[in-house]
């Protein structure tokens, strides 16, 4: 599987991020849309996480999983009914899937965090170091810094709810421990990139789906991209990186 880095001409490639997996071809957040996304060439899965009433992290967007028309309220049902409607439990995302790429998570239960980091330590293989674990809040995720030194954190916000000055925010970020900032596409320029990362905060864009965006994006240097169309992030990411030749 691809894995973020640099590439054979020293071209630093973002992470891509298939948005709950490829979701365009299989069932959002579903073990059949993770694993598409990784054949696609996706670096990177990204999906939600709440608790099912028996204490196991689930993996789906919303607090009511639907299935046609079968509803269930996730924290009021058991993982295996849930299963039954095609929700997943992280922890066979790690048995079926290994570790080999990275994983985003955007936090919906606060009290997923914990059990999230020790199913990833329980993977081992640097599943830990692969973990970027999302959230709006600031202070919840400086209160998950101290245990949790082996994952990432992110900052998961639109930029007009930041009320603080965006420098203050990133020197905030840094000092809490925080490793990345996660905004709208549309929310960054080549200058916020820059100043994130001056104070070694990673820059990360979600809902970035049209090749002229995702262009756009990488042409300002950010880190990691989050896109429904895993194909074609892969794709432009992919001819981004090729080495530039002059033509004959």
């Known amino acids: 599987m691809p894995s973020p880095g640099c590439d054979d001409a020293g071209t630093v490639r973002p992470i891509t991020f298939a948005h709950r997996g490829a979701r365009t071809e299989a069932p959002e957040n579903t073990m059949p849309a993770f694993r598409r996304a990784l054949a696609l060439g996706a670096s990177g899965l990204e999906t939600d996480a709440w608790v099912s009433a028996d204490g196991e992290v689930v993996l789906v967007h919303d607090r009511v999983a639907r299935r046609g ?38 936090v919906k239960d606060r009290a997923a965090a914990e059990p999230i980091v020790e199913l990833a330590r329980g993977a081992g293989n640097g599943a830990p170091g692969r973990l970027w674990l999302c959230h709006a809040s600031v202070r919840f995720l400086s209160g998950l810094r101290e245990r949790m030194p082996d994952v990432k954190l992110v900052h998961s916000r639109h930029r007009q709810h930041i009320e603080a000055t965006l420098e203050r925010h990133a020197a905030d970020l840094a000092a809490s421990g925080i490793d990345t900032m996660n905004f709208h596409y549309s929310e960054w320029t080549a200058g916020l990139v820059t100043l994130f990362h001056r104070f070694g905060v990673k820059a990360f864009a979600w809902d970035v789906q049209e090749v002229r965006h995702l262009r756009a994006m990488l042409g300002i240097g950010v880190d990691a991209l989050y896109c429904d169309r895993v194909d074609r992030m892969v794709a432009t990411v992919t001819e981004w990186s090729e080495p530039r030749r002059e033509d004959a």
């Open 69 to 106: 028309l079968r509803r269930r309220n996730v924290s009021k049902s058991s993982a295996d009914a849930l299963a039954d409607l095609g929700v997943p439990r992280l922890a066979q995302v790690y048995t079926e899937l290994g570790t080999g790429f990275e994983l985003s998570i955007d």
